[in-house]
């Protein structure tokens, strides 16, 4: 039998969907309320929390060989396996329980997730590990995909950095950690403060991209028509010839449809820009 993914029991995409949260509570500038459940449960003394190091060991670390690989996913199974289930089973619950006090349960598990077929993968092995009941052929293709996501060597200089700062994070005092990210958040308030409301507005979208992804298109599609329009605005009235040549072929590259399924990070910082070169326009 099969061990059905479940992202309620899934405890690494509950914490990155509480990211998301977070930053989208951070852009938009409401009461930010998913730091204080990270805060409650996925503290130093939770099962939660050893748990989601695990899953983040095999999400984050890379290897050249695939023998190291296969090395690094017995030996994290094996940890797993030491963890106290009644406790962890507890501490879901009542997680899951202060997430539907404060969020739309269906709203807030539609928020896409990087690597989701990862993070699933990681699921059933742990829960093999520990019911023993599920498909072999099932397991054999999610520890494949594991290894495959561990091997990448392409990735490996930016998940090593992003590895050796979460194992610096790790070994700080809990005060410590928390300072530390209560400065996180400050500084992402710093860098995005000069943002203008269609910055904010697109930021706040892509954040919130459900897995509807089609409602994203159509809202980048629209900004798209604007933006566009702007430009065209902007063109009539320039008198610098150079520099009406110059919009004028700006305004080509930026395309009205978008030929692709999912709107990417590169998308949208595109448009970001245009947002910006209208605000100058606008200023002349």
Do not use: W
């Amino acid at each position: 039998m099969s061990t059905t993914h479940s992202k309620l029991k899934n405890t690494s995409i509950l914490f990155e969907l509480l990211i998301r949260q977070l930053t989208s509570e951070i852009l938009s500038e409401k009461k930010i309320t998913a730091y204080s459940v990270i805060q409650e449960h996925f503290n130093a003394k939770t099962v939660l929390s050893r748990e989601l190091k695990l899953y983040h060991v095999l999400l984050k670390e890379k290897l050249k060989k695939e023998d190291l690989a296969n090395i690094l996913i017995d030996k994290t199974t094996n940890v797993r396996l030491t963890l106290n289930n009644q406790k962890l089973r507890e501490e879901k619950y009542n997680l899951i329980k202060a997430i539907k006090e404060i969020y739309k349960l269906n709203d807030f598990l539609k928020l896409r997730i990087n690597d989701y077929d990862i993070h699933a993968a990681i699921y059933k092995l742990f829960e093999d590990a520990i019911n023993c009941s599920s498909d072999p052929m099932d397991i054999v293709k999610s520890r494949l995909n594991i290894l495959e996501h561990i091997t990448n060597v392409s990735s490996k200089k930016v998940n090593i950095q992003s590895s050796e700062a979460m194992l610096k994070y790790e070994k700080l005092s809990e005060n410590i950690r928390l300072i530390t990210y209560k400065k996180l958040i400050t500084r992402f308030n710093e860098k995005y403060k000069s943002l203008n409301n269609n910055q904010k507005s697109l930021l706040k979208e892509y954040l919130n991209n459900f897995s509807d992804v089609i409602k994203l298109k159509i809202f980048v599609e629209k900004e798209v028509v604007k933006v566009n329009e702007e430009l065209v605005k902007h063109i009539g009235v320039v008198k610098d010839k150079a520099l009406k040549i110059k919009l004028s072929e700006i305004k080509k590259q930026l395309p009205i449809k978008f030929d692709v399924n999912i709107i990417k990070e590169t998308h949208v910082l595109t448009l970001m820009k245009y947002y910006e070169l209208i605000k100058e326009l606008k200023e002349l």
